[in-house]
């Protein structure tokens, strides 16, 4: 059974950082996953902000490229967000998701994610 469980969620001021992270167990062996960090504000879709392959190549909502990186270990068991000049309106609580890697696609509907941790939420000020 996959688990994903986030971390490092807290208040920031507008312009300050912010590193999330995200511990993955129960992974099958010899299968490639693709992960994402989503966001959802309140009354918003929970929307994709950045994903990383199975092989390292990473994509970026367009209102996050810059100021989001996101990352894997090389165990690819632990997923890192890193967030600088925050912004209010990343204002959210931040999931953490998994899903197979079948062929070498990562879907970016949330749909396609089967695994999804609890959420840590990020509050940032102005």
């Known amino acids: 059974q996959v688990t994903l469980v986030e971390s490092g969620g807290g208040s920031v001021q507008a312009e300050g950082s912010l590193r999330l992270s995200c511990e993955a167990s129960?992974?099958?062996?010899?299968?490639?996953?693709?992960m994402s960090w989503f966001r959802q504000a309140p009354g918003q879709e929970r929307e994709e902000v950045a994903g990383?392959?199975?092989?390292?190549?990473?994509r970026y909502a367009d209102s996050v490229k810059g100021r989001f990186t996101v990352s894997q270990n090389s165990a690819k068991n632990t997923l890192t967000l890193e967030i600088d000049s925050a912004k209010p309106e990343d204002t959210a609580m931040y999931y953490c998701?998994?899903?197979?890697?079948?062929?070498?696609?990562?879907?970016?509907?949330?749909?396609?994610?089967?695994?999804w941790g609890q959420g840590t939420q990020v509050t940032v000020s102005s």
């Open positions: 990383i392959r199975s092989e390292g190549s990473a």
């Open positions: 129960g992974f099958v062996g010899g299968s490639a996953y693709c």
């Open positions: 998701a998994a899903q197979v890697e079948y062929g070498g696609n990562c879907y970016k509907s949330r749909h396609a994610f089967s695994y």
